[in-house]
Structure formats: structure tokens, C-alpha cells
């Protein structure tokens, strides 16, 4: 009994936490998303014409489709390039200070904030950057690329910089874990590397990547500035229309938007996690 | 309350008043207090300067805060939390918005000083006799009501204002004359496909729309009733050829800030778009030409003012007032035009401005020597004249002003379809 208490005592201060800092602000978001607005105001009201509007404009769901394509174009490429850098890490790098090293070379962009590691991309991709004057110095072109700046490249060009190591670290630290004597008994049984790899390492990584999915996959659905400086607010996802919303202070619209994408990433999630056991991770 | 009698302005008025501060003690005390009294005023980023406010402390005694907040948020606040503020710095046709609400109180205009000198523009409409009264929220339609508690606006000048008008200018497009090579002289140049992937228009939906239909309008697509209050119609065609020119990469990109228009303009990136004049001037100081570009349908013109709060009463009301007259006095006009905005009383401000800088940007003439910001970069050299020339011809030429249509909440759905399409 007492230990049960001392339990409950163990576990309120986080729980206290969460439910002032997260459940309540969701539950006031929700609340609000059925409230009505006038054009300077909101008042408390039931009724279902955010939602209504939401699920009856085309544009939303154009909106919603482009955030599910930057999702899956950047997952693919952000864990293409984190699994080869936390294998390159795990398995090649053989003595754990290199590879501690090397490991907090990948973090150093990461000393700067977000936003300006972003917003450097803008006059090294512009019409006069350094990207395309070296491109027309070496000859490879004559007029100057257009769509390196301003487009979906840049957006995601942009995301997959600022959001790789978000797959690095996870896989890496599951590929730490892996028991080396697993891959000489694949060896042994006769594996090549390849075999190695897709019927060893990538089921033992799973978690890890499992973990770095959900890091991108949330961070990119819920992203509003990035696609709005590198597409020159030419291009929308659902964070913009958000923001949109919110400076036209249309807030019970904006939350209405907001509950449908958490309904939305919560379900993605929750799709990924029948395919992996992450507890085990955990 | 009663020392409140002996208000500062009143004794600096006159020689009598003056005798008979030294006679009586009151107005030591109204010193001493007037120190204490802070004045919160809010507004967009145009006049919300620090440099006023540290102006303010050192002329008038007074503390005023300055909050400076983007156009939407200034709405909002003025709309719904009236006890944050003594003072909203507010465009018009914010005010038309907010009026209703009940927040601000009109003000006595018998206790302005330099009311007779306010241009006409902000009384009857009319900068000359002859002048025809623009599209849009005319500050004019929006600046009187009928009394102290007046909540519908008064087709004449009724004595009580709502806002005291402070600033102004008329908007066109911003062009790189180096880039482009030959004369822009119309608001269609905009969408011409010459200028495909280097066009850029702003992406705040109440001023956007406007430069919209100014190129519509000058394409013969479109015939506006009021381009200020367009029907339902009127938008949809208005966002059908804006989308249309989207899509077929018209844009390289759109701004919502202030420096990324600039960034966009100096860059090389953009080489006609919707622009402010400070941005111009932000361009032009980096050695880089830039070109506010007149065009023969006229400009889009924008003014604001300060409104007070319906809270204020008693000392802080005087200090209020004191604090506009002080504005209309001269120095904060001075400060403002030589930015390229305009003062609502330009005669006052010619005292705080040179011959050469008076001429340059109130009268067009060329300027004599060089013309430099209030930051001190040079932004003329002699013989150099302002783009569109003078007052009278600039704010003579007016087609539009900035406005909230009734249709407005319609229309914002529509740009955020347009943002997206």
C-alpha cells in the first residue's frame, strides 16, 4: 500500500506536468476548434462550421496531401542518408573515440539555431548565390538555375539539413547495441555483407529507425517557417495554414486545423508502431 | 484633480498664462507629477519609433512605452483588450473596424492646436478643392463621429475626431530600373510574362488585394465598383488571373516582412514587386538602384493616426492631448518625411527639416546636397529628385486606400486558396 503510494507520489510530478502543460492546452485547443469567430474576436459557441469548412474546401486537402508528400519525400531521403552515416559510425569506425568524434562532428550544425542554418541556404541557392555562379564558372550551365531557391527542392533540401540527425542518433544508438558476435556468426554461417545487413542489422535497427521516423515525420508535418522562406510562401502545408489562421485571428479555424493534423500524425503513428515493438527500445 | 487645471501646454500658450505660472505653485506640481505618468502606446512597426518616445521624455516629461506589432495584431488588441493601451496608433481603416467596439473616445479637435493646418485629406477628402475623393477607406469617411459617444461615423467635420491623423504616404511598385532597362509606367507591368520568375507581390491579404486590383483594373480585366469593397464576383475574378499568373511561375516569391523585401529587391532575386517607401530606402543605402515607381493609374495610399483609449481620463487624458499637439508640433513630422512619409500638418514639420531636405522630399525639387536618412546613410545626391515628385502630386494621384471590405472574411479564404493554389 505504502509502496503503491510512494509510487504515485514517484510519478505526479511528471504527470502534474504533462497534464498542465500538454492534456490541458489540447483540451482547451479542442474546446475552442467548435467555437465561432467574428473578424476581431471569438466567442464560446458548439458548432461544426470549422470543421464543416475544413473538410469541404479543396485546398485543404490539396494542403494536407503536399504535408504528406514533404513527409514521405524527406523520411526517405533523411533515413537513406542517417542509416549510411550510423552504419559508416557503428560498424566501420573501429576504435569508440573516433567514433565519438565523429559522432559530435555530425552535431555541430546543430550549435546554431534552426532557423538560421535555414536561412543560409537563401543566398547560396539564389539566382546570383554561390551555387549557380560556380555551376556557369565550371560551364555546366549557362543561365542560372531557377528552381534551386523558392521551390519544393529548396523546401526539401532544407528539411533533410536540418532534420537528418534526427535519424542519425537513434539508429546509431541502436546499432551501438547490436552484439558484434551476431554479425561474425552471420558470417561464419556463410552471409555476404549484404545479407548481413538486410537479414542482421536492419531488423535488429528497426527500433531505431522506428524512433527517427516518428522525430521526422513529426517534425516535418507540424513545420509552418521552413516551407514558408524556402518556397518564398509560394508553397503551403498544414503548419501555414495554421499560421494563416492565426494572423488573421481566426483561432477556432486554426484549432480546428490543429486537432485534424494531431488526429492525422497520431494515426500515422500509430500505424508505424504495429510494424515495430519500440518498447523494447525503450 | 483640481492643479489639473494649470495643464502644461496651456501655460507654455501664452505670455498671461506664463505670469501666472510664476504666481502660483501649481504648476510645479503638475512638473513633479507629470514625471510619474506613463502613456502605453501601441501600433505597427511604421511610427512606433523609440526615438519618438525618448523625444517625448525630454520635451513633454512624460514616459511613453511603445509596443509595435504587426497590422493583424493591432486589430486584435484594439479590438479586444482595452485596458492594454492609453494610445492605439492605428491605420484607418483599422479603425473602422474597431470604432464599433466602443474602445476608443473621439476627441475634442477645439483643444488641437494645429487642427486648421491638418491637410484636407484627413477632413473632407480633398487635398485641393479640385481633387476627386478616392476608392477605399478615405480617412476622411472614417474620422469624425457625431459626439463624445459617438459609435457611427459622421459624413462631416464635426468637431470630434476619432483619430488624430499622423502619418501617410501612397504605395506603387518598387523596381530595379538597372534590371529591367526601360520605362514601367503601369501597375500591368506586374503580370507582364517579360518579368516571369522576378515578380513579387505581399502576402498580407487586406493591402495585397489592393495592389491586385490596381493591376486588374489597369489590365481592363475588371471593372470595379469600389475596388475598397468588392463584391464576392470581383474577388473571384481578381484571384482567378492572380492564380492563373501563379501558376505559371509569374512569382519567384512573396513577402510578409519588411526585410524580405528588401532582401528580395537587392538580391536581384525580384525586379518589380509591391513595396514600401522605408524598404526603398533600405535598397537605395546599400548602394543598389531602386526606383518607387509612379504609374499612371495612381498610387495605393495608407494613412494612420493615434485613437485614445476609452479608458484615459483625467491627468493622463491631458497629458494625451498634450502629446498629440506635441506630435503635430513638427519634430516627429520631420523625423517621419525624411523616411519618405508624410506629416499631417507638413507646414510644422518644415522648421525640423533643412531647405535642401523640405525641398527634396516635400516639393520634388532636386535636391541641393546630399540627402540622408534619419540612421545617416546617403540616400540622394544633389540633383537627384524624388521618385513621383512632389506632395501635391503624389497624394493628388491617389486611386485607392488601403480598407476592410465587407466581404473581407470571404476574401481571406480566398488568398489563403491563392497562397496554396
Request: with cysteine; aromatic share 12%; charged share 15%.
Amino acid at each position: 500500500m505504502t509502496r503503491n503510494f510512494i509510487g504515485w507520489l514517484q510519478a505526479a510530478p511528471l504527470a502534474l506536468i504533462l497534464l498542465g502543460f500538454l492534456v490541458a492546452p489540447i483540451i482547451m485547443i479542442v474546446i475552442v476548434s467548435f467555437w465561432g469567430a467574428t473578424e476581431y474576436s471569438i466567442y464560446p459557441d458548439f458548432q461544426f462550421d470549422n470543421y464543416a469548412f475544413l473538410f469541404g474546401s479543396k485546398v485543404v486537402w490539396k494542403v494536407f496531401f503536399a504535408t504528406f508528400k514533404y513527409a514521405a519525400i524527406v523520411w526517405v531521403l533523411t533515413l537513406t542518408i542517417g542509416f549510411t552515416v550510423a552504419y559508416f559510425l557503428a560498424f566501420h569506425v573501429r576504435s569508440l573515440t573516433w567514433q565519438i568524434a565523429l559522432f559530435l562532428v555530425c552535431t555541430i550544425p546543430f550549435w546554431t539555431s534552426n532557423i538560421i542554418r535555414m536561412i543560409s541556404w537563401i543566398p547560396f541557392l539564389g539566382r546570383n548565390g554561390i551555387a549557380n555562379q560556380t555551376l556557369i564558372s565550371w560551364g555546366v550551365i549557362d543561365q542560372p538555375l531557377e528552381w534551386l531557391l523558392y521551390s519544393d527542392f529548396a523546401v526539401i533540401l532544407a528539411f533533410v539539413h536540418l532534420y537528418t540527425l534526427f535519424m542519425v542518433v537513434p539508429i546509431f544508438n541502436t546499432m551501438m547495441r547490436i552484439d558484434h558476435s551476431l554479425l561474425e556468426a552471420a558470417r561464419d554461417a556463410g552471409a555476404s555483407g549484404f545479407q548481413t545487413l538486410v537479414n542482421v542489422i536492419i531488423p535488429l535497427t528497426k527500433p531505431g529507425i522506428m524512433i527517427g521516423t516518428i522525430f521526422v515525420v513529426t517534425l516535418v508535418m507540424g513545420d509552418f517557417i521552413t516551407v514558408r522562406f524556402m518556397s518564398g510562401s509560394q508553397s503551403a502545408n498544414v503548419g501555414r495554414l495554421i499560421s494563416n489562421d492565426i494572423g488573421l485571428l481566426q483561432y477556432p479555424s486554426a484549432a480546428a486545423t490543429a486537432v485534424v493534423l494531431l488526429c492525422t500524425v497520431l494515426i500515422v503513428i500509430g500505424i508505424m508502431l504495429r510494424f515495430v515493438n519500440i518498447r523494447k527500445e525503450l | 484633480m483640481s492643479k489639473m487645471r494649470y495643464s502644461r501646454r496651456a501655460i507654455l500658450k501664452g505670455g498671461a498664462a506664463a505670469a501666472a505660472a510664476s504666481a502660483l505653485p501649481a504648476p510645479m506640481i503638475w512638473a513633479q507629477e507629470i514625471k510619474d505618468i506613463t502613456l502605453r502606446q501601441f501600433g505597427t512597426g511604421v511610427s512606433n519609433l523609440n526615438d519618438v518616445a525618448t523625444k517625448v521624455k525630454e520635451d513633454l516629461g512624460f514616459t511613453l512605452e511603445m509596443t509595435a506589432l504587426d497590422s493583424d495584431s493591432v486589430t486584435q488588441r484594439a479590438a479586444t483588450q482595452p485596458d492594454s493601451f492609453d494610445i492605439a496608433d492605428i491605420e484607418y481603416w483599422i479603425c473602422k473596424k474597431v470604432w464599433p467596439t466602443g474602445n476608443l473616445q473621439a476627441m475634442d479637435t477645439s483643444k488641437i492646436a494645429n487642427y486648421d493646418k491638418i491637410v484636407g485629406i484627413f477632413r473632407n477628402g480633398k487635398l485641393t478643392p479640385e481633387s476627386t475623393i478616392a476608392q477605399g477607406t478615405a480617412p476622411h469617411t472614417v474620422g469624425f463621429v457625431d459626439g463624445p459617444g459617438g459609435t457611427s461615423f459622421a459624413d462631416n467635420e464635426t468637431g470630434w475626431m476619432t483619430l488624430i491623423p499622423t502619418i501617410y504616404n501612397a504605395d506603387t511598385l518598387g523596381i530595379r530600373p538597372d534590371l529591367i532597362g526601360r520605362p514601367i509606367e503601369s501597375w500591368t507591368e506586374l503580370l507582364n510574362p517579360e518579368f516571369k520568375g522576378k515578380a513579387s507581390i505581399l502576402d498580407i491579404s487586406s493591402i495585397g488585394i489592393m495592389d491586385m486590383a490596381m493591376v486588374c483594373e489597369a489590365m481592363g480585366e475588371i471593372q470595379y465598383g469600389d475596388k475598397g469593397n468588392m463584391t464576392k464576383e470581383e474577388i473571384d475574378a481578381t484571384f482567378a488571373i492572380f492564380t492563373e499568373a501563379k501558376q505559371n511561375g509569374q512569382f519567384r516569391a512573396f513577402w510578409k516582412t519588411f526585410d524580405e523585401s528588401v532582401n528580395l529587391m537587392a538580391s536581384g532575386e525580384v525586379v518589380i514587386q509591391s513595396m514600401w517607401s522605408p524598404a526603398i530606402t533600405a535598397v537605395k543605402s546599400r548602394g543598389i538602384p531602386c526606383v518607387y515607381q509612379p504609374l499612371k493609374e495612381g498610387y495605393r495610399s495608407w494613412g494612420g493616426g493615434l485613437g485614445l483609449s476609452a479608458n484615459l481620463s483625467g491627468m493622463e487624458l491631458d497629458a494625451a492631448y498634450e502629446y498629440i499637439n506635441w506630435y503635430l508640433s513638427g519634430w516627429v513630422g520631420g523625423y517621419l518625411m525624411r523616411q519618405g512619409y508624410y506629416s499631417a500638418v507638413p507646414e510644422t514639420s518644415k522648421d525640423y527639416m533643412s531647405e535642401n531636405e523640405w525641398g527634396y522630399w516635400f516639393e520634388g525639387k532636386e535636391a541641393t546636397g546630399d540627402i540622408t536618412s534619419p540612421t545617416g546613410d546617403v540616400l540622394a545626391a544633389a540633383g537627384e529628385t524624388r521618385d513621383g515628385g512632389s506632395f501635391e502630386e503624389r497624394m493628388g494621384r491617389v486611386a485607392c486606400w488601403n480598407a476592410v471590405m465587407d466581404e473581407n472574411q470571404y476574401m481571406v479564404r480566398k488568398w489563403n486558396e491563392f497562397i496554396a493554389a
